[in-house]
């Protein structure tokens, strides 16, 4: 069974306790119902949110008009954080995948707010500049190592980012269907199914309670050629 969650330093986490108040008192806090969008690629932003809890999952429209994943944000960091400081439309639509409080920021009071502090600055500096980095090392991996690749990495992200340690390996709290892999990887469910058969032929996954279980993450880190970056960085 799923024993210790594994750790990532989120925004908010970051902060002090003062700076904490600080922030959230500038903002209004709402429970936001499972499948509600909060802003959709192309609109100008108004306002930036913070995740309390719940999920927001990140996506992108193709040309082709297929629906690509790009993120799945958790407890304690941003949505909209794109729109700060530059009068440019947002490139992602933002769905509430499972029921989340949020605390919601006019932009520009945020804005004011990151330039009269510089510590709630820096820390917004940082783990943006992690995000950044997440951002391009998955479409890297996407380009480099194809599908299969694209597979791997996501498979790897999600664990760090949603998995809990296991007598067996690494368990994932966040339930996946094989189209929701295929959406992150801009692939067809069928070739997920094929793809993920083959990892549980050689016993590099399995499934428990519908859920996926990492059995052998090296098997997956060595098809990539993983770098010892950190884990901050292999995140989804």
Same mark, same amino acid.
């Given at each position: 069974? !799923? &024993?210790?969650?594994?750790?990532?330093? /989120?925004?908010?986490? *970051?902060?002090?306790?003062?700076? &904490?108040?600080?922030?959230?008192?500038?903002?209004?806090?709402?429970?936001?119902?499972?499948?509600?969008?909060?802003?959709?690629? +192309?609109?100008? !932003?108004?306002?930036?949110?913070?995740?309390?809890?719940?999920?927001?999952?990140?996506?992108?429209? $193709?040309?082709?008009?297929?629906?690509?994943?790009?993120?799945?944000? *958790?407890?304690?960091?941003?949505?909209? #954080?794109? +729109?700060?400081?530059? #009068?440019?439309?947002?490139? %992602? $639509?933002?769905? %509430?995948?499972?029921?989340?409080? @949020?605390? /919601?920021?006019?932009?520009?009071?945020?804005?004011?707010?990151? /330039?009269?502090? +510089?510590?709630?600055?820096?820390?917004?500096?940082?783990?943006?500049?992690?995000?950044? *980095?997440?951002?391009?090392?998955?479409?890297?991996?996407?380009?480099?190592?194809?599908?299969?690749?694209?597979?791997?990495?996501? @498979?790897?992200?999600? +664990?760090?980012?949603?998995?809990? #340690?296991?007598?067996?390996?690494?368990?994932?709290?966040?339930? @996946?269907?094989?189209?929701?892999?295929?959406?992150?990887?801009? $692939?067809?469910?069928?070739?997920?199914?094929? =793809? =993920?058969?083959?990892?549980?032929?050689? /016993?590099?996954?399995?499934? #428990?309670?519908?859920?996926?279980?990492?059995?052998?993450?090296?098997?997956?880190?060595?098809?990539? *050629?993983?770098?010892?970056? !950190?884990?901050?960085?292999?995140?989804?």
């Amino acid at each position: 069974m !799923p &024993k210790k969650k594994l750790k990532l330093n /989120r925004f908010f986490a *970051q902060l002090t306790d003062e700076n &904490k108040e600080l922030l959230l008192a500038n903002g209004t806090s709402q429970i936001v119902k499972s499948k509600k969008v909060l802003f959709t690629e +192309g609109e100008d !932003p108004e306002y930036v949110y913070l995740i309390r809890s719940g999920i927001v999952r990140l996506s992108k429209m $193709t040309v082709e008009g297929k629906e690509f994943s790009v993120h799945l944000k *958790q407890k304690d960091e941003l949505v909209g #954080e794109v +729109g700060l400081f530059n #009068e440019m439309a947002i490139s %992602v $639509t933002a769905t %509430v995948e499972e029921e989340a409080e @949020l605390i /919601r920021f006019d932009r520009k009071t945020l804005e004011k707010i990151f /330039r009269e502090n +510089g510590d709630i600055a820096v820390a917004f500096m940082k783990w943006f500049a992690s995000h950044t *980095q997440s951002t391009q090392s998955k479409f890297r991996d996407l380009l480099l190592c194809g599908k299969k690749g694209g597979l791997y990495s996501t @498979l790897i992200r999600f +664990g760090n980012s949603y998995g809990v #340690e296991h007598d067996h390996g690494t368990f994932i709290e966040v339930e @996946l269907t094989n189209q929701d892999l295929a959406n992150y990887i801009g $692939t067809t469910r069928e070739g997920v199914n094929r =793809m =993920m058969n083959e990892l549980k032929k050689e /016993r590099v996954i399995d499934y #428990e309670d519908n859920h996926i279980l990492l059995l052998d993450i090296a098997y997956l880190k060595d098809y990539l *050629q993983c770098g010892e970056c !950190p884990v901050e960085i292999c995140t989804i």
